[in-house]
């Protein structure tokens, strides 16, 4: 076997481990600054798609519920025609607002992932890697926006075959991903920082089934803001998953949206969102 | 495997300094005033039983808990003010099976690899020494959640390794290991440590685990230090002070004999580290 020329090593070391380990004497060098966060997301979002590769259960499983939707509950509205949609059919209006229900969903219950982490020593073990605590936060939103891009590829295909007609402008696509991508970053955020106020799984699942109808009934994600009571209304103008909606709406379908102002919202929201859960994240570390 | 005692002529001052180190969980004092100096390049043993503040000092030490500036050192970085140059050197194996159960061993070490900004062209080399170090190349693309207790232990070990940390600390290593790999695990430990030369700060309630592999150890009772030295020492300081002859005292004794009458009311917490320690000694 080779010697390591960096590792002078005695013999009891390479009756055991006749390898090198040459690299491992070497610290990596330290990205520093504004490299960092990158880095991280990048890390975070490579567990989460390897995880992915690994088990697919959830990827099908989570599948079944937006199909439902579109199937059941989409083309038999698309029949009654109650809903005014502008003029479209309204199982094309009801796709986009699944495809942000589905990703919300999925975000949502990032937070119990993040105690599950913290139960099971992974994440007391990457708080003491040289990642700040608002990187890790934001790697763990942006892993939450790959799983849902994944899961909206998904939702898309089939709304496809159901017959939706939605562009295939790769642009608009790509806005598409983004407004997937900063909405489930909020949201998985928004479970993040529950989970670092309430701190145990059980409760946080319990949270986390009383605000997901709420946020989803109280959006535009449905029928349109005009024809709910003003209350609703007002419900919805601070939810932004309406505002992801009304993005993804205007640009599958080219339907009239506000895009400057829905990804204004969504990443003002999605940066609220890393804050306050990075600035808790310490108490689940406790 | 033998016992390397600390390097001569290469110790650059201490790895770990904590001076009057204290933290309390509400009115409970976990870790009362503990003074404390790990060399450079030794084996330090943290014993104590359940609940004598061993877990919430490495927990001050390796930045998770936050503590006021000038109370823990580490190769001269204050956790305090400078927690990232601290984590930087450190390579952290908690007392919880913490490897990702969803991922491969190799995926599990590159993750590390990653968040300690290794290079992408250095990475794959760097992992595969990682896991090489541990044993576990042949079971490198299995998913975690195939390995047994012993594997996983040697997997937290390359992914703390992967850094190539100044100091390693381990957190009860072999808490609910079977003798065999618990001993495998120590041999693991002891063959990294002479191949790299770096510090390794260690708990555990397992006497024997101390006595054998540890190069200086302290006892820790009620968040405190009660007795500091290598175990040789300290187990022929208490012959002498008993004046008996026959059998050197073992390193329990020492612990019953420091600790003193505060043992009587955690009598379980003692009983619990005897019998394990009976499991540990039945193996050798």
């Not at chain 2, 080399?125 to 576990?136: G, M, N, S």
């Not at chain 2, 959640?145 to 009860?172: C, K």
Request: hydrophobic residues 45%; contains cysteine; proline residues 5%.
């Amino acid at each position: 076997m080779s010697e390591a020329p960096a590792a002078p090593r005695p013999a009891s070391a390479d009756r055991l481990h006749p390898v090198e380990l040459d690299l491992l004497v070497v610290p990596p060098r330290a990205r520093t600054g504004w490299k960092v966060l990158p880095a991280r997301v990048v890390a975070m979002c490579a567990v989460e798609l390897q995880k992915l590769r690994h088990d697919r259960t959830e990827l099908y499983t989570r599948a079944v519920q937006p199909a439902l939707w579109l199937l059941i509950f989409g083309e038999t509205f698309t029949r009654i025609k109650a809903i005014p949609t502008g003029g479209i059919p309204y199982l094309d209006y009801l796709a986009p607002g699944i495809i942000a229900q589905s990703a919300m969903f999925i975000a949502i219950f990032y937070g119990i992932m993040i105690i599950w982490e913290r139960d099971a020593g992974i994440l007391t073990k990457l708080l003491v890697t040289p990642t700040p605590r608002a990187a890790l936060i934001t790697g763990k939103a942006f892993a939450a926006g790959v799983k849902a891009l994944v899961q909206a590829v998904v939702v898309v295909l089939i709304a496809a075959v159901l017959g939706v007609a939605m562009t295939w402008n790769p642009l608009r696509l790509l806005g598409v991903a983004v407004a997937v991508v900063l909405g489930s970053a909020f949201f998985s955020c928004l479970s993040m920082t529950i989970a670092g106020i309430v701190l145990t799984r059980d409760r946080l699942m319990g949270i986390g089934q009383a605000i997901t109808m709420p946020l989803f009934f109280g959006s535009n994600a449905l029928y349109p803001v005009a024809v709910m009571p003003g209350w609703l209304q007002a419900v919805s103008k601070v939810n932004p998953l309406s505002y992801q909606v009304d993005a993804l709406r205007g640009l599958l379908l080219g339907t009239p949206s506000h895009l400057p102002a829905d990804f204004t919202v969504l990443t003002v929201a999605a940066a609220l969102g890393v804050t306050s859960a990075s600035s808790l994240l310490g108490r689940l570390a406790r | 495997m033998t016992r390397n005692a600390t390097d001569d002529g290469a110790p650059g001052g201490d790895a770990v300094t904590c001076t009057g180190l204290a933290y309390s969980f509400g009115e409970t004092k976990a870790v009362d005033g503990l003074d404390l100096g790990v060399r450079d390049g030794e084996v330090f043993g943290l014993l104590g039983p359940n609940g004598a503040g061993k877990t919430t000092a490495i927990r001050c030490i390796t930045t998770l808990l936050p503590v006021p500036a000038g109370m823990v050192g580490v190769f001269g970085h204050d956790a305090a003010r400078e927690r990232m140059a601290v984590r930087r050197l450190l390579g952290y194996v908690p007392q919880q099976l913490s490897a990702d159960s969803g991922l491969t061993g190799r995926e599990n070490v590159a993750l590390f690899a990653r968040v300690f900004d290794v290079s992408r062209r250095e990475r794959a080399r760097r992992v595969e020494q990682a896991l090489a170090a541990v044993d576990l190349t042949a079971a490198a693309d299995r998913l975690a959640n195939t390995y047994s207790g012993g594997m996983v232990r040697r997997l937290e070990l390359a992914q703390a390794l992967v850094s190539a940390p100044r100091l390693l600390i381990l957190d009860e290593p072999t808490i609910g290991l079977d003798p065999i790999a618990r001993t495998n695990v120590w041999e693991h430990i002891n063959a990294v440590r002479a191949a790299t030369g770096m510090t390794v700060l260690v708990t555990t309630h397992y006497m024997d685990e101390a006595d054998q592999y540890c190069d200086r150890v302290a006892l820790m009772h009620h968040g405190r230090v009660r007795a500091l030295g290598t175990p040789e020492e300290l187990r022929s300081g208490l012959r002498d002070r008993l004046g008996t002859e026959g059998p050197l005292p073992t390193l329990e004794d020492v612990f019953r004999d420091v600790a003193g009458s505060g043992l009587d009311d955690q009598s379980g917490d003692f009983r619990d580290v005897r019998s394990t320690r009976r499991t540990a000694s039945r193996v050798g």
